[in-house]
């Protein structure tokens, strides 16, 4: 059935659309389709809308493991032309990628030979362990047999991520292709780095001819008769064979379903919002990875997909509430990373805690600084704030007890070497040229400057860090008092409140109506309008009136887009709706800011920003909040701007949902006594419900039900295992 060679002579009825000369694959001319993201461990491609890698301009398309490309190109032809498509893509669970695709009308001698919509063609790719898994599925629909000449180019560059995004290099590895068996194919590329890169591709069936570069088939099929090609891509193949199509699908699905089994679920009376909780759901399933230290979301495709200290323990902030045992793995990965001593090149210092870490060519040579990447400024107070959130949120002790050590060496970073001039601020400056010049989360080059414009030159002391600091010391005070170190316990606290007290009388400006963004080298303050602020709040350092002011002015038309709050408000000198950090939304900067205006009973601002969150996601393909998009105003009838180059997914957006509906409910959990707590809880104005299921807390698990009750809500506990209680605080 199905694949073989052609015959000498036609069947009789036999529509022959392939010649008896050799297959001609026909080159294809640029067009833009869209782009699907699938990943699984340290791999993820990139494919556009048919399933091929490398067809069209417009994406960063390829199969990529560990931070360098296994295959640029591959692209599959009928009859020497491209096929037509039909519709395109991914699960939503993210498992697996389909495109339905036919055949275009095929001519011969000026007729229509065979119509198109004849052969319709199923294109499904799913990865699992390194290996892409591509299953071709052909039916002919039409009333006679048909046969066709079916083709698969491909390709492998081995480029580096870096020059994926742009990066130029003057020299290369050597690739070798060499064809193997009747099956198989290899592409192996000698680096610089004394690595061997290979890339197997492997058919089944054999083709009818396999070159180094194209796989071709003559296919022969009878009225509705199936068939089915399977390709195998593996970077860095074992010794063994790979699993099947079936079988690979099978794995991804059981793994996903192992990830989510311990994490509540959430149902809601809103559409939209139940579809945009189901996607960020997957997406942050599918960029969780393990790794040897636990579970770990890396931050996003296609540019970052590794591990990112920031990103990682921001997005298990955000999912601490419902799904704990993220944070614990970021813990234990960052902990063992930790720096242990001075490296220049990679930003490092004693006790400091990972910023980015690289597995490709690039950053093996030196050519990047980042196979383990330190030029972060607040990853550090970040680690110990998810520690002691942590540790609250499960009273885990064991964990404290193994993490104290890290935690002790990253306050030690905090006090010495990220104060080196002694002021009481955390300052950065990069170390080496090749460095990062701006280390908070907005890392941009000009995302710190004065009022007139001009950039702020270092060391840099940004406010947001000083919050962090302040909420990290807070929280290492109650973990060295469980911990029996009462003496540490009370220096902590003192040193917070004392911070507190410096960044109130440095950092507020009259002028501005807010804190200012940083303090340059000089000691001068940056008065400029900045979302920063908000993460003030979200730390809990702002005096109650200082905090009213702010939040009051970050939903004012110069701040709040409609879609979110900006960056930057909407006036300042640099302020620029399509910059990366200059005026754009992002929406992990939006859930933290709500949670700080949560904290300080801001509701119905939170309220505000949940909608134009969830407006925003209405409008994103799959339902899937970006990393960022553009700030401009909300108009009526049109959607938000995309940034162009932000990735999607991105881990700490996928996670924004769930913060958001964590800090409508004022969500607080405590295991010691089974405690689920509702502080000023809120619903945003176009639900009418949140349900809540499999919440666990201490040994307890809640089932509850909030609704929509006149101006408040009330709260149901459907069902409770073990000693879980409800108790709802209203204090606004």
């Known amino acids: 059935m199905g694949l073989m060679p052609a015959k000498s002579s036609a069947a009789p009825g036999l529509i022959d659309t392939v010649g008896e000369s050799p297959f001609y694959i026909a080159a294809t001319g640029p067009s833009a389709r869209p782009r699907r993201t699938l990943k699984h461990g340290d791999c993820f491609a990139v494919l556009d809308s048919y399933g091929d890698i490398g067809a069209s301009q417009g994406g960063p398309d390829g199969l990529f493991f560990a931070d360098t490309r296994y295959l640029s190109r591959l692209e599959l032809m009928i009859n020497g032309t491209l096929p037509l498509l039909l519709g395109s893509t991914v699960r939503d669970d993210n498992l697996a990628l389909a495109a339905d695709l036919t055949n275009p009308d095929i001519y011969f001698d000026g007729r229509v030979l065979l119509p198109k919509d004849t052969i319709h063609i199923v294109r499904s790719v799913v990865l699992w362990d390194g290996v892409a898994h591509v299953r071709l599925g052909l039916r002919n629909h039409g009333e006679q047999p048909v046969r066709l000449g079916l083709a698969i180019t491909f390709a492998a560059d081995f480029a580096d991520l870096f020059e994926v995004r742009g990066a130029r290099r003057e020299r290369h590895g050597q690739i070798r292709t060499e064809v193997v068996s009747a099956t198989e194919v290899r592409i192996a590329c ?16 054999a083709p009818e001819t396999l070159a180094a570069s194209a796989a071709t088939w003559r296919v022969t099929l009878a009225a509705d008769q199936p068939c089915s090609v399977f390709i195998s891509i593996a970077c860095d193949p074992p010794d063994r064979p790979p699993l099947g199509f079936g079988a690979a ?3 991804v699905d059981r793994a996903r379903r192992a990830l989510a089994h311990d994490i509540a679920s959430i149902e809601t009376s809103h559409q939209v919002l139940n579809e945009v909780l189901r996607r960020s759901m997957a997406d942050l399933a599918m960029l969780t990875t393990t790794t040897p230290q636990g579970p770990f979301p890396y931050a996003g495709i296609p540019w970052y997909s590794t591990t990112f200290g920031r990103d990682g323990i921001i997005t298990a902030i955000e999912m601490l509430w419902l799904a704990p045992a993220i944070a614990r793995g970021v813990l234990f990965r960052l902990a063992t990373l930790q720096a242990g001593v001075t490296d220049a090149a990679a930003d490092a210092q004693p006790g400091k805690i990972l910023h980015e870490m690289r597995g490709g060519e690039m950053a ?3 050519e990047v600084p980042f196979a383990r990447y330190y030029g972060s400024v607040d990853s ?13 949120r499960t009273n885990d002790t064991e964990a404290l007890t193994a993490l104290w050590p890290a935690a002790t060496a990253a306050l030690g970073w905090i006090d010495r070497c990220g104060d080196a001039d002694g002021d009481g601020f955390v300052e950065y400056s990069r170390a080496s040229a090749n460095g990062l010049a701006n280390q908070g989360w907005k890392d941009s080059h000009d995302a710190v400057f004065h009022a007139d414009g001009r950039l702020a030159e270092g060391p840099i002391a940004l406010v947001e860090v000083q919050a962090y600091v302040y909420l990290a010391k807070t929280l290492m005070a109650r973990l060295a008092r469980r911990l029996g170190h009462l003496a540490a316990g009370a220096r902590l606290e003192e040193e917070a409140i004392q911070l507190a007290d410096r960044v109130e009388q440095t950092f507020w400006s009259e002028a501005i109506g807010s804190y200012a963004l940083a303090l340059d080298g000089d000691k001068r303050r940056c008065e400029v309008r900045t979302s920063n602020a908000g993460h003030v709040l979200w730390a809990g350092l702002a ?7 702010v939040a009051g002015g970050l939903m004012e038309r110069d701040f709040f887009s409609g879609w979110g709050i900006r960056t930057v408000a909407e006036g300042e000198v640099r302020y620029n709706p399509m910059s990366y950090h200059n ?3 992002w929406p992990h900067d939006n859930a933290l800011i709500a949670s700080g205006l949560a904290r300080y ?5 939170v309220q505000r920003v949940f909608a134009a969150i969830l407006d925003a996601a209405a409008y994103m393909d799959f339902r899937r909040l970006p990393e960022l998009y553009c700030g401009f105003r909300r108009r009526t009838g049109r959607g938000p701007t995309l940034y162009p180059v932000a990735c999607s997914p991105q881990a700490w957006a996928s996670a924004t949902p769930f913060s958001l509906v964590q800090s409508c409910l004022g969500l607080e959990l405590k295991p010691e006594t089974g405690e689920i707590r509702l502080n000023n809880p809120v619903l945003p104005l176009r639900l009418d419900w949140v349900r809540l299921r499999g919440l666990k807390v201490g040994s307890a698990c809640a089932d509850l039900l909030v609704r929509q009750l006149g101006g408040g809500v009330s709260v149901d506990l459907e069902h409770a295992t073990g000693d879980a209680r409800i108790t709802v605080q209203v204090t606004r």
């Open 364 to 366: 093996a040579l030196g």
């Open 543 to 549: 005096t109650p009136d200082r905090a009213a002011r």
């Open 583 to 585: 005026g754009s939304v």
């Open 601 to 605: 009973g801001a509701c119905e601002a």
């Open 249 to 251: 699908l099978l794995a």
């Open 190 to 205: 000698a680096g610089l780095d004394g690595r061997t890169r290979t890339t197997a591709i492997r058919f089944d069936p």
């Open 380 to 392: 550090t107070p970040l680690f110990l704030i998810l520690l002691g959130l942590y540790v609250e």
